[in-house]
Structure formats: C-alpha cells, structure tokens
C-alpha cells in the first residue's frame, strides 16, 4: 500500500540520517574516518533490515483491485465459430 511505502520511506532516511550524524561525530572525535564509514554501513544494513522486507506494520491499509472481468471470452466464441464455418467448407 502507498502509506506503508511512505512509513518505509520515512524510517530508511531517518535511520540513514541519524547514523550519518552520530557517525561524522564520532569520526571526528576519534579522528577516524574509517568509524564514519562503519557506522554509516551499519545504519544502511539496518535500515535495509527494516524497510525491505514485507513486514505487516507496511501492509495495513491493502489495495483495493477491480474485480476481473471476463469480457474476451464472446469475441472468442466467435471466433470459434468463424473458424468452424470456415472448416467445413
């Protein structure tokens, strides 16, 4: 559903986001761009965790579809019939 791909959405850029921040802090604390990267990876990894799979809390408000309707089947039956006509001649 569109609302659970909207939360989905929201919940990767703010995960994303906040271990951008918490990573550059940390990196330039440490003086250490290598700790900026890792956590970054690990706030995609989970992020990834939380937004990939089809998890229920995305799939609360379901599509509704048109029902299938079965209007292709008289123009087959006349064609059926054309073919028929035309066999025994």
Same mark, same amino acid.
């Given at each position: 559903?569109?609302?659970?791909?909207?939360?989905?959405?929201?919940?990767?850029?703010?995960?994303?986001?906040?271990?951008?921040?918490?990573?550059?802090?940390?990196?330039?604390?440490?003086? !250490?761009?290598?700790? %900026?990267?890792?956590?970054?990876? +690990?706030?995609?990894? $989970?992020?990834?965790?939380?937004?990939?799979?089809?998890?229920?809390?995305?799939?609360?408000?379901?599509?509704?579809?048109?029902?299938? !309707?079965?209007?292709? %089947?008289?123009?087959?039956?006349? +064609?059926?019939?054309? $073919?028929?006509?035309?066999?025994?001649?």
């Amino acid at each position: 559903d569109y609302k659970g791909q909207k939360l989905a959405e929201q919940i990767f850029q703010g995960i994303i986001l906040v271990s951008a921040v918490i990573g550059f802090i940390y990196g330039y604390i440490t003086e !250490q761009f290598g700790w %900026t990267v890792y956590i970054v990876m +690990a706030g995609f990894a $989970l992020s990834c965790l939380l937004t990939l799979p089809p998890w229920p809390m995305y799939r609360r408000n379901p599509l509704k579809w048109l029902p299938v !309707q079965e209007s292709g %089947t008289e123009d087959k039956k006349l +064609a059926d019939r054309k $073919l028929k006509r035309h066999a025994k001649s």
